[in-house]
């Protein structure tokens, strides 16, 4: 989301590097889709949904029916749908997720001793 932010609407939303756009982005933005706290279900249920639901999208852009174009063609559509298939960032999307797991965690396992 916030690569569609700074790309589309040109504000200077996170540090501009590629590296920062080409692994940081990818791995945030399942995180930001799919709230774990609002889910029920264990954390590995909550990320596997994140997982599917974030490949399911990059693999919807293998698709170009003229209709989803259209939906591409709009702003909102283009920062949801996106436009073209990547395949590292599947394996980048994974990655996040197990991040936001091992975090959670990592949280969990320390407010037990709090």
Request: hydrophobic fraction near 45%.
């Amino acid at each position: 989301m916030l690569s569609g932010w700074e790309r589309h609407l040109g504000h200077r939303v996170m540090p501009s590097s590629t590296r920062h756009r080409q692994f940081i982005y990818p791995q945030m933005a399942p995180m930001a889709q799919i709230d774990s706290q609002n889910c029920r279900g264990t954390t590995l249920r909550v990320a596997s949904y994140a997982v599917c639901f974030a490949w399911a999208v990059e693999f919807l852009q293998l698709y170009h029916a003229p209709w989803i174009d259209g939906i591409r063609s709009a702003r909102l559509g283009h920062l949801v749908l996106g436009s073209v298939f990547n395949g590292p960032d599947l394996v980048a999307y994974v990655v996040g997720i197990g991040v936001g797991v091992v975090v959670e965690w990592g949280i969990r396992r320390v407010g037990r001793w709090v």
